[in-house]
């Protein structure tokens, strides 16, 4: 079974430019999240979709960031403009949960670097 | 707020000991708890989850968990090299919504 699909692996990019993150979850996967991981602490929830609805996205700053996931499959995280403090891993994580208790599988990030 | 709480180390172990990593959660309701294991410049693994009170035995890796202190573990035994790595708690709640600690730095020396 393949795992959860991102791209690009690294991006470098200097403050006030725009960055766009795609991820493609794990087949049949409902579940999907884009976390926020800065150095030397834990993940940190942006946003959350069920299917192609949002269900969190409480700590995604709506004035900068902003994501879609067409069909309930594939997904976008975009960020315009960029600011230093976006320097992070941008990690991707699908569930097949559909309501009830289901366990995240990660990609393997998106690591940006805002100059 | 669902805060979860983990330190963060680095836990130093010698090789074939057993680490304890700890973690307590502030909102009772959570549903289950996760841990991952997270080498460093990979994104996490899963190790186990648990939901119900008591003990839960996969391998060399058991999670403990007391809903009355609100306090979470993970065991290993006889801790290999292979082991370090940074060790992240998570509580699930509704919806299936993660909230994760920053992780405890375990280093097993050889």
């Known amino acids: 079974e393949a795992g959860v699909a991102q791209s690009p692996r690294y991006k470098i990019i200097e403050k006030r430019q725009s960055v766009a993150f795609w991820c493609n979850p794990i087949s049949g996967h409902a579940t999907l999240y884009w976390y926020q991981q800065i150095l030397g602490q834990g993940p940190k929830l942006l946003i959350q979709f069920q299917n192609n609805g949002v269900v969190d996205d409480s700590q995604l700053p709506k004035d900068r960031f902003s994501a879609e996931r067409l069909k309930g499959v594939d997904s976008t995280l975009k960020i315009q403009p960029a600011k230093l403090e976006d320097s992070a891993v941008y990690l991707c994580?699908?569930?097949?949960?559909?309501?009830?208790?289901?366990?995240?599988?990660f990609g393997p990030g998106t690591r940006l670097l805002v100059l | 707020q669902k805060e979860v709480e983990q330190n963060s180390g680095p836990l130093s172990v010698p090789e074939g000991a057993i680490a304890s990593l700890n973690c307590t959660y502030s909102d009772r309701g959570s549903q289950s708890f996760f841990w991952y294991r997270q080498y460093s410049g990979k994104s996490p693994e899963l190790i186990m989850f648990i939901y119900s009170n008591g003990d839960k035995e996969d391998g060399r890796f058991t999670a403990q968990l007391n809903k009355a202190s609100q306090y979470v573990s993970l065991l290993i035994r006889d801790s290999q090299p292979s082991d370090s790595a940074t060790y992240l708690c998570a509580a699930v709640y509704n919806f299936n919504k993660f909230y994760f600690g920053s992780g405890t730095k375990l280093n097993v020396k050889p």
């Open positions: 994580a699908s569930s097949l949960a559909r309501g009830g208790i289901g366990t995240q599988y």
